[in-house]
Structures are given as C-alpha cells and as structure tokens.
C-alpha cells in the first residue's frame, strides 16, 4: 500500500467523526459534505508525515474550514436534492475518499442525532461561540486547539464556549422580553453614536466584540474585521455620518440597524447580542445579501 493509499484510508476512517462537527457547524448535510471535501483537499497538499495525530489534524482543519464558511455565507442555504452532486461522484481527479456515498437512513440517523432544536439555536450562535460550542462541549476538544482555530487565546475561547453555552440553555432568544431589551440596546448604541460619545458606545459593546464589514460596504483603509469594544468604537465614531439617517430595525428576527435613504435599504447592521451587550456586528452592504435580509421596521 503506497502513502497515498494509506492515507485515503485513514481519512475514511474518520469521515463520519468529520462529517458529524460539520453537520454541528454548517446545520446542512450538504456544506458539512463540502467541508469534509475540503479537509481532504488540504490534507493532500500537506506533508502527512509531520501530523502527528491525524484525526485530531483533520478535526481542526474541518472547524476552520467551517468557520470560514460560516463567516462568508450570504444567505441562509436550504437543501435542495435537485442541486446535490450525483451520490458517491467525487469531483474529477480526486479519491472517492472525499466525497460521502449518500445514505438516506444515515443522513436521517445523523439529523436525528443533533436534533432540530438544537441546530435551530446554534444558528443564533456568532460563527466562533458556534465553534466552540460545538469542539468543546459535543467533542471535548481543548480549549488550547480551539483558541489555535479561531486565532484567539484558550481563555478567549473558553468565554465563547460558556458564552454559547448560556445562549443555548436559554432556548430562543426571540421572545417578547428579549427583543424589547435588544431594542432598548440599539437605541442606545444609535445615540451613542450621534452624539459621539466614545465612553457609552464601549459600554454597550462586549469587551471582545467581533465586526465584519463585507467588500460592498468597507471604507477605504478600513480592515474587514476589526476586534475589540474600543478598537471598533473609534473608528466607529470617526465613520457615523449615516448615523442620522440609521434606525432600529428586526433583521432576522433580531434587533438590529438599517440605513435606508429615501426609503432605499443601503446598509444593514446585523447584531448578534450576549449578556445584554452586542457581541458581534456584520455590515452588510452588498445588494444581493440585502435583499435575503427578512427585516420588519417596528412600530414606534
């Protein structure tokens, strides 16, 4: 058996323990699929012989793999059977390895697994709390590889878990009560930044609060991504000449910020909140995610 041989074995010995934390990650068979496809792909342009445990190896590649497909998606992707590749076609010049044979029951056995409930809140989840939610409580991953996935330290990464945790036990954040404190939030965040005060701003931001602005809506020399409650109030504050026209809005189901001149949407605010603070912010300002947002202007 030549190197190559062996190590589509090993990798089909751990593509269902593979494909289990991309179904967590993704909430679709289908992406999990693809996630696992791309696990191999960079498996094979890696030395296998400086790995030295490889199902660990591979079960981190697939976690990045999946926060990078979280973190870039558009648009809330439903399976289609239409649109699925033929059952056990793998893409050409590649082992069948990469690519699962479809099995109706098993796909059913593995949804079944997580429960849709479950899926349904880990939707809510920041792309990271969803990470490390799901390496740590549902594979007893450490939090020293966690924080090695998300680029962040292992007590960074154990706030996120407990973080996700908190969010989870607490079932849907869609209520009465809790959409009333978001609003309560936003209008204080939008204030905040009309009047340019720095110290209120921070103080309605998680300590380590992750912003995400898509190509579309990034200023020049402004990074897509900025870390850190005063990092992002600065610029924040520097940036708000749209703040007089922006206003609270549903998105999603959740509080969040439009800005919509002349009743044009032009910008989204996407917010994802933990503890009463907001947690993470996408700007949105590419036309085509726009009109995928499901946003609802409330009654004043």
């Known amino acids: 058996m030549d190197e190559h041989q062996w190590l589509a074995q090993r990798f089909e010995e751990s593509r269902e323990h593979l ?3 991309a179904y967590r990650m993704m909430g679709s068979l289908t992406e999990a699929d693809d996630a696992v496809q791309e696990s191999w792909l960079r498996l094979m342009r890696t030395n296998a012989n400086e790995i030295d445990n490889l199902k660990g190896w591979l079960t981190t590649v697939v976690a990045h793999v999946c926060l990078d497909m979280l973190r870039s998606r558009k648009s809330r992707r439903e399976e289609s059977l239409d649109a699925s590749p033929a059952p056990g076609s793998p893409p050409p010049d590649l082992p069948a390895v990469g690519r699962h044979r479809s099995d109706p029951e098993n796909e059913a056995l593995l949804a079944d697994s997580v429960g849709l409930a479950l899926l349904v809140v880990l939707e809510r989840l920041t792309p990271a709390e969803r990470l490390a939610f799901v390496l740590h ?3 007893d991953l450490g939090f020293d590889e966690i924080g090695g996935v998300l680029g962040r330290s292992a007590v960074a990464a154990r706030q996120l878990a407990s973080r996700a945790r908190r969010r989870v036990r607490g079932g849907s954040p869609s209520s009465a009560a809790t959409q009333s ?4 939030v936003v209008e204080a965040f939008l204030a905040a930044l009309r009047a340019g005060d720095f110290n209120a701003l921070v103080s309605l931001l998680d300590p380590d609060v992750v912003v995400h602005v898509d190509a579309t809506a990034l200023p020049k020399g402004v990074p897509p991504e900025v870390r850190g409650a005063e990092a992002w109030a600065r610029q924040a504050i520097t940036l708000a000449r749209g703040a007089k026209l922006a206003r609270a809005a549903l998105i ?10 002349r009743g044009r949407l032009f910008r989204a605010l996407q917010l994802t909140f933990a503890d009463g603070r907001i947690a993470q912010i ?14 609802t202007l409330p009654d004043n």
């Open 19 to 21: 494909r289990a934390v």
């Open 181 to 184: 404190q978001q609003r309560r």
């Open 137 to 139: 409580d549902m594979f």
């Open 282 to 295: 996408e700007v949105i300002g590419d036309p085509t995610h726009l009109r995928a947002l499901d946003i």
């Open 252 to 261: 999603n189901g959740a509080f969040g910020v439009v800005i919509a001149p």
